[in-house]
């Protein structure tokens, strides 16, 4: 039987069309009047995940 996807990894990361995994940064979520909005602004951009973090990620999103 086929494995499922993880759907909690699916709903946080997502992979680009050459295979990279995006994710969110964190520390912007409240508490956001101490922040500069340059910080908040670049916060909510996504990132690519670590190559380590993404081998393993990949296997919970591709199934």
């Not at 990894?9 to 520390?27: D, L, N």
């Amino acid at each position: 039987m086929k494995m499922k996807k993880k759907k909690g990894a699916k709903k946080r990361f997502s992979i680009t069309a050459s295979g990279k995994v995006m994710r969110r940064r964190g520390y912007s979520s409240h508490l956001k009047d101490k922040k500069s909005g340059s910080r908040l602004r670049r916060q909510a951009e996504p990132q690519i995940a670590s190559a380590g973090d993404s081998k393993r990620l990949k296997k919970l999103l591709i199934s």
